[in-house]
């Protein structure tokens, strides 16, 4: 299992980044997968995640600005950011693991054991 993250940069406040992850060992449609971030001094948080059935969960602060999506086909994992605000500084991570309890807590970090190195986003 490989993931690997690209996509991230340095943007003004309110613009915005896709950041993307290419997937590649496995057969990702059975997967959840989920987008989480850390800042420094910061604990790991989930962003947001999405499991095999296509349920999606976002965390508060990204609501209504940020979109995840998943292209099994393609093995690929999305993350449209919008109205981006210095808060949302940090390297982002792209996690995975096989659907199963990951399915009711998308958004914990303990669900995932598979990880991407992590791609910087810098909102000034």
């Known amino acids: 299992v490989q993931l690997v993250e690209s996509g991230g940069g340095s943007v003004q406040a309110g613009g915005s980044l896709r950041l993307s992850c290419a997937a590649s060992?496995?057969?990702?449609?059975?997967?959840?997968m989920g987008w989480f971030r850390q800042a420094p001094g910061k604990e790991r948080e989930g962003v947001a995640g999405?499991?095999?059935?296509?349920?999606?969960r976002y965390g508060d602060s990204v609501k209504g600005r940020f979109t995840i999506s998943k292209d099994n086909a393609k093995n690929t994992l999305s993350l449209q950011m919008n109205s981006l605000k210095p808060e949302d500084t940090a390297m982002y991570y792209c996690?995975?693991?096989?659907?199963?309890?990951?399915?009711?807590?998308?958004?914990?970090?303990?669900?995932?054991?598979?990880w991407g190195q992590g791609t910087q986003v810098t909102v000034s």
């Open positions: 996690a995975a693991d096989p659907a199963g309890s990951c399915r009711w807590f998308l958004l914990r970090k303990e669900s995932y054991r598979h």
């Open positions: 999405i499991d095999n059935n296509g349920s999606i």
């Open positions: 060992g496995s057969t990702y449609s059975s997967y959840c």
